[in-house]
C-alpha cells in the first residue's frame, strides 16, 4: 500500500487545526476499516475526534448482528461510534439505488448533526475499475470522485465527501490490515456472482493499473444574488449549466443528456430566449443568462408549505434553510401573498423581476404576521429569532470545485 499517497490526500483536504469531528463511513468491511485507521492515525496527529458511522441498511437477516459488530470494532480503535438504520419502506425495483440514497442521507446527516463538514469513505483504485468496466457494459455509474459534495439534498448541505483511498489497490489494503493482525468482515452483495458489481469485480485482471484521477473542472464565472438567482456567462461550460440548474431550482437531479446539450447548444447561438429545465428558469439574454427558480413548479406540487416547530430547522425549497425562533413557523411561496408584506419588502419587490417574484419565501407567523427576509427590511416584530439562509450560492461553489478542501482560506 502506498501510505504516503494517503497521508498527502488528508492533508491536501482536511483542515489540521478544525475541532470539528471527522465522519467515516465504516461498513466493517476491508476497505473502510484500512480508512478508519488511517483517519484517526491522522485525526490522532492533528488533536481531532473522529466519528464512525455504520448504516444498518436492514436487507438481510444478520444485518444487525454486523452493524453491533462494526460498531464495537469502531469504538475499540478510539472512535465516537454510531449506528443509523434505513427503517424507510424497501421499494420492489430500484432496491440498490433506493439502499444507495437512504445511505448517504443517513450518513450526511448524522455526520452534519455532530458537527462535520467531511465525510470519507473508502471507494478503492478497484471501485473505479469496476465502475469503468460497468460503463462499458452500458451502466451509467458515475466515476467516484476524490473530494465532491455530497450527492444527497437537502440532507448533504454543507458536508463534502472526501475518499483519500482512490489510489490504492483492494487487495494491498488487505494485506496492510492482515500484516497488523486486523480482521473485518465482508459484504455478500458484494459477492454475489448475479450483481453487475460482482462480475465487473470478477474481470478486473490482478495486475491493472488505476486509472488517472479526473481532471479538476474550470472555475466558472458566475454572480449569485440573494433571491436564490444565478447568473453566467453564454459560454459557460455545461457542467456549470447544470449545476446552476440544480443549485437555482434546489432539486436533487441535474439536467443531463441530450436535455442539457439542446440548452446549451442555444446559449452558444446566441439567441435571446427564456426557457426551463429540471425546475430551473432559465432566462438567456445577450451576455449573460440567468438561471432561476421556475415557479410553475408549483402547479406540479413543488414549492409546497414547510410547518417548522418552534426551534426547529427545515429547508424550504431546496433552496432556504429556516431556524423558526421561538414561536412555529410556516414557510410558502410568495405568490398570491405580496400585499401582506411589510411596506418596505412591497417596495424592494418592485426591482425583483416579475417572473423571480412567486417562488420567493416567505415567512408566516400563527399570528398572521408575514415576512419575505430576503428582501431586506424588518425581521419578525413577533419572533425576531428566526433565521433564513439562502443555499443556492455556497451550494453552486460546492458543485463547480470552488471549495476544494475543508475550510477554504
Ligand atoms: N453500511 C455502510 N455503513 C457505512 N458506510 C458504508 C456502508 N456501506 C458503504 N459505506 C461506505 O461507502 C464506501 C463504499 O462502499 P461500497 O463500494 O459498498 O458502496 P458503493 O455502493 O460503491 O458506493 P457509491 O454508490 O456511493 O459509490 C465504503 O468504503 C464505506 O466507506
Redesign the pocket.
Known sequence: MRLAEVSAALDRRLDPDSAAPLA??????G??LA?LILTLEWARRHGRPVLS?????QLQPDSALW?QE?VRKAAALGARSLA?AWTGPKPATGL?AAA?RA??AL?AEAARAAGARVL?????AD?RLE?AAMRAEGST??D?RIWAPS?VWPQGRDVFLL?P?LGQRRAGLRAWLTERGQTWLD?P??EDPGST?ARARRALAPAAIPATAPPEPAKPHFEGDPLGGLTLPRDAAAAHVAAACLCAAGTERPPRGERLQRLVARLRSGEAFTATLAGARIEAEADSVRFLRDAGESKRGGLGDLALAAGQTGVWDGRFEIVAGTSPVTVRALKGLAADLPEPQRKALRSVSPAARPALPVLALPSGEVTCPVLGGPAFAGDPDVRIRALVLDRFRAATGLIDQECVT
Open positions: 467515516v463511513g465504516f461498513s466493517g468491511g476497505d473502510s480508512l458511522l455504520t448504516v444498518d441498511h452493524t462494526a443509523l440498490s444507495r445511505r448517504h450518513l470519507l469513505l473508502g471507494h478503492t471501485d465502475a455509474v458515475s467516484p450527492p475518499r483511498l459484504d452483495a458484494n458489481r
